[in-house]
Antibody, heavy 116, light 110 residues
């Protein structure tokens, strides 16, 4: 069974960079499938951030595209999210997930708060 | 960017049947289908049905998904207290290459 686990700082200052890593176990990310990041502001719905394919190509939410980078590290079986120039509006639980005709496996999520 | 419309809340009685809807445009729901997620408070979402209306292993047969035109539906039969949760639909817009989520429906089991 595929398992995912997010890691990274829980507090980021405004204007700085949010950086999260998703460690995947039970499957080699270089073998296939798509891998995504989704976030959920407190008390609100889900927002897709972007997806990276096992080839390394990416798709991003147009509303975040100018600030987002998703990358793969196949040697560590991880994929990462970088979000630049954060504001309080970026405060959310960030999830990583495996995409297979839908987001089929999810990490537990990590709360990232943007505050000075 | 096209959106998916879900009713904010649905209430049904124990052991009754609930049908949750998700309406989008032909570029997404109509052509690509919709996936359904269940989320209990404080937990990550769980996939109930993928875009092909297939249930992952371990998901109860009480959950079934369908599509008619640009509207996707999730039907939950024999409602149980543990079905009380938020339900989200999601769809892939192949023309814009973006995933879209509905705003979610809060299901209350009375």
């Amino acid at each position: 069974q595929v398992q995912l686990q997010e890691s990274g700082p829980g507090l980021v200052k405004p204007t700085e960079t949010l950086s999260l890593t998703c460690t995947v176990s039970g499957y080699s990310i270089s073998s296939g499938y798509y891998w995504g990041w989704i976030r959920q502001p407190p008390g609100k719905g889900l927002e897709w951030i972007g997806t990276i394919y096992h080839s390394g190509s990416t798709d991003y939410n147009p509303s975040l595209k100018s600030r987002v980078t998703i990358s793969l590290d196949t040697s560590k079986n991880q994929f990462s999210l970088i979000l630049n120039s954060v504001t309080a509006a970026d405060t959310a639980v960030y999830y990583c997930a495996r995409e297979d005709w839908g987001f089929s496996d999810w990490g537990q999520g990590t709360l990232v708060t943007v505050s000075s | 960017q096209a959106g998916l419309t879900q009713p904010p809340s649905v209430s049904k009685g124990l052991r009754q049947t609930a049908t949750l809807t998700c309406t989008g445009n032909s570029n997404i729901v109509g052509n690509q289908g919709a996936a359904w997620l269940q989320q209990h408070q404080g937990h990550p979402p769980k996939l109930l049905s993928n875009r092909n209306n297939n249930r992952p292993s371990g998901i109860s047969e009480r959950f079934s998904a369908s599509r008619a035109g640009n509207t996707a539906s999730l039907t939950i039969t024999g409602l149980q207290p543990e079905d009380e949760a938020d339900y989200y639909c999601s769809a892939w817009d192949s023309s814009l290459r973006v995933w879209v989520f509905g705003g979610g429906t809060k299901l209350t089991v009375l």
